[in-house]
C-alpha cells in the first residue's frame, strides 16, 4: 500500500510563504501525475494544482502566479511552494498521487492532510 506523508503546514501571516511537502513510500514502481488539494471549512475539497511526471504543470486560477507544484520522481516527492499567500488559502491541503506498484497493480491515495491557516 503507498503511504503520503505531508509536511510544511503552519500559521502564516497574510503576504507570507509556506513550503508543503509529500513524500511517497511503499512498493512503488512508477508515479504519474501527482498533485495538491486542499479543502476549507464548510466546502468541498477543490484541485490546488498538478504536475505530471514529464514536468507539466495545471494550477487552479486562484493560486496562479502565486504557487508553485513541482517534484522529485527519485524522491517520490511532491512539492508546493506558496506565496503571497492569503486568507482565503486557509485550508487543510492534501496531497495525491496515482501510479503503479512493482506488482503492477494501479494506486492512487492520498495524504493524511497538513492544516494551513492564514491569518494576522
Known amino acids: 500500500q503507498v503511504q503520503l506523508v505531508e509536511s510544511g503546514g503552519g500559521l502564516v501571516q497574510p503576504g507570507g510563504s509556506l513550503r508543503l511537502s509529500c513524500a511517497a513510500s511503499?512498493?512503488?514502481?512508477?508515479?504519474?501525475?501527482m498533485g495538491w488539494y486542499r479543502q476549507a471549512p464548510g466546502k468541498q475539497r477543490e484541485l490546488v494544482a498538478t504536475?505530471?511526471?514529464?514536468?507539466?504543470?495545471n494550477y487552479a486560477d486562484s493560486v496562479k502566479g502565486r504557487f508553485t507544484i513541482s517534484r522529485d520522481n527519485v524522491e517520490n516527492a511532491v512539492y508546493l511552494r506558496m506565496n503571497r499567500l492569503k486568507t482565503e488559502d486557509t485550508a487543510v491541503y492534501y496531497c495525491?498521487?496515482?501510479?503503479?506498484?512493482?506488482?503492477?497493480?494501479?494506486?492512487?491515495?492520498w495524504g493524511q492532510g497538513t492544516q494551513v491557516t492564514v491569518s494576522s
Open positions: 495525491d498521487t496515482d501510479g503503479a506498484y512493482t506488482s503492477g497493480n494501479a494506486f492512487n491515495g
Open positions: 504536475i505530471t511526471r514529464d514536468g507539466y504543470t
Open positions: 511503499g512498493s512503488i514502481s512508477r508515479i504519474n501525475l
